[in-house]
């Protein structure tokens, strides 16, 4: 059973940055890893992707401010995200296609 472990996020001022790891527990550098996010009342979104060749992919929303990245060897996934609005606010959940989630880890933007 795959476990995907969240963590890195809190409470930020607008403009500020965090950084989001997501630790999986089996060799993850030949699969597809994503971040994804719902805020209260709404979907769960779509923020980032990242291949086994490395391309990477973002949501219009975050292009430009957030960067997905990986370490193999830590069998972790991050995602940096930078200029943070109060919008950014959410559970950002990690995942593992096909289907593995994480807990999800709180980012709140707010001054």
């Known amino acids: 059973q795959v476990q995907l472990v969240e963590s890195g996020g809190g409470l930020v001022q607008p403009g500020g940055s965090l950084r989001l790891s997501c630790a999986a527990s089996t060799n993850m550098y030949t699969i597809t890893m994503e971040w994804y996010r719902q805020a209260p009342g709404k979907e769960r979104e779509w923020v980032a992707t990242i291949r086994s060749g490395g391309t990477t992919n973002y949501a219009d929303s975050v292009n430009a401010r957030f960067t997905i990245s990986r370490d193999g060897a830590k069998n972790t996934v991050y995602l940096q995200m930078n200029s943070l609005k109060p919008e950014d606010t959410a559970v950002y959940y990690c995942?593992?296609?096909?289907?593995?989630w994480g807990q999800g880890t709180q980012v709140t933007v707010s001054s």
């Open positions: 995942r593992m296609r096909p289907n593995f």
